[in-house]
Nanobody, 117 residues
């Protein structure tokens, strides 16, 4: 089992940047595929970025070119660099971890990102 703690959210103006972090503990981090999801009020949770074991990242179309996902297996941490933020990026951002051999994964508690002037 792995525990996930997100940080780095906050209030930012449109066009600004934030860097989210997700620290993992309790298991071998490098065994987990990682992902960032987000959920806006009244909307379903949606995938933002998917990060494989070696750091290869795939992005949802709505963040391509603006967000960058990465992981540091030595620090048991995954990151989401968010640039050129838009009001529609406002949401709670969640970190997710899953070992491919397991049917379900683990969620962090989420961190609020608010993009507003």
């Amino acid at each position: 089992q792995v525990q996930l703690v997100e940080s780095g959210g906050g209030l930012v103006q449109p066009g600004g940047s934030l860097r989210l972090s997700c620290a993992a503990s309790g298991s071998i981090f490098s065994n987990y595929v990682m992902a960032w999801y987000r959920q806006a009020p009244g909307k379903q949770r949606e995938l933002v970025a998917h990060i494989t074991f070696d750091g290869t990242t795939n992005y949802a179309d709505f963040v391509k070119g603006r967000f960058t996902g990465s992981r540091d297996n030595a620090k048991n941490t995954v990151y989401l660099q968010m640039n050129s933020l838009k009001p529609e990026d406002t949401a709670v951002y969640y970190c997710y971890a899953r070992r491919p051999i397991e049917p379900t994964g683990y969620w962090g508690q989420g961190t609020q990102v608010t993009v507003s002037s």
